[in-house]
């Protein structure tokens, strides 16, 4: 009897054992952002009307037909004067950038944030684990990882990270690699630093896909510190929820709609085209098909059930998550979509349901600071911090779009009421304004006009 009561025990006491280090090993794949630090550039690289006119004007590639373009582009961005431009666009250096200029716009935001970052947590430089560094179109050597290192004097055995060419979603890729990190050592401290090298990439051609990024595209960037510490957990002001990246590159179309190139004449530029908005549709649908069951209640996800089965289908595979009854609000209170450009904003309020109010801090980060790529959701994050929406408790839902093309999508869960104006501080007060229309319209309008065809434009 006693054989056999020992040979059930054992297996039954391995059995518990391996429970309670997966479900250890499961508490503790945590992930906190302790701080979050935005790039503010100084008042004399601002793009107001005059000084972007200026800047469109001394390209002689362009004719009256790209200004009427430009000019109808601008109108509707939703961007408005108080934008940052590279100091080389204002120098009018854009058609022939050093290595010299690309460095000097990148360390200034990453080392204007860091310093920032280090100082408001106390946290040291030597006391950081990981560094993820993603900056897409510029990538020296030695690394941008290697140049912070460098400056701060970071220990040795550091876990530096360098990426490139992963768009305006990448941001939230470089989160998931900490997180996936953290997974394997504890009490750990990483280090997200998000931007864009805008300036080097200037388009100076004729082609219209092509001028659009020089439309929507601003300086900005963020950095982050994140970690894992269940000490810091008092000091955190999220807590990673859960994180879904989507990636079509293997369908062509997806591919090709956001994408480097040369024009015919040889000048660089990013290429925006027509099919970006239904490669950002198919991303975003697929992504939801992985994340909406971790993040919705069980009543929720039974009612759509039924309600496909059952009901009139949509031609949007995310429309027809609306249209089966599917509320996002029972699993998120805020949402956080990347400021790519009205379209982008429009388009994921109108798949998803959301009013004004949801869609306020994306309108007005994109108006404010433009698009600043993978930097672009921290603004608008701290755009709700500074109008004290975020109270403890609360959810976010990130959501972004990338070159790939990609679609990565998170959920924050707020630690605290959160009240700091951040970036924010000096105009918040004044937002949302009572419109966000650019003033282009009303001192270049006269460019739609038949008779324009016949005014010789001055270049000097």
Known sequence: MELLLAVFLLPLSYAIILFCKKLLAWRDQRCYMVHYECFKASEDTKLNTDTCAGIVLRNKNLGLEEYKFLLQTIVSSGIGEETYSPKIVLAGQEDSPSLKDSLSEIEEIMYDTLDKLFAKTGVSPSEIDVLVVNVSLLSPSPSLTARIINRYKMKEDIKSYNLSGMGCSASLLAIDIARNIFKFHKDAFA????????????????????????CLFRVGGCSMLLTNKRAMKHRALFKLNTLVRTHLGSNDEAYNCCIQIEDSLGYRGFCLTKKLTKAAALSFTENLKALVPKVLPLWQLLRYVISSRFGKKNDSPVLELVAAGLDFKTGVEHFCIHPGGRAVIDGVGKSLGLTEYDLEPARMALHRFGNTSAGGLWYVLGYMEAKKRLKKGDRILMISFGAGFKCNNCVWQVMKDLKDANVWEDCIASYPPKSIVNPFIEKYGWINDPSASFVKLDWN
């Open 191 to 214: 280090v997200v630093v998000s931007t864009e090298s805008m300036g080097p990439n200037w388009y100076c051609g004729r082609e219209k896909s092509m001028m659009l990024s020089n």
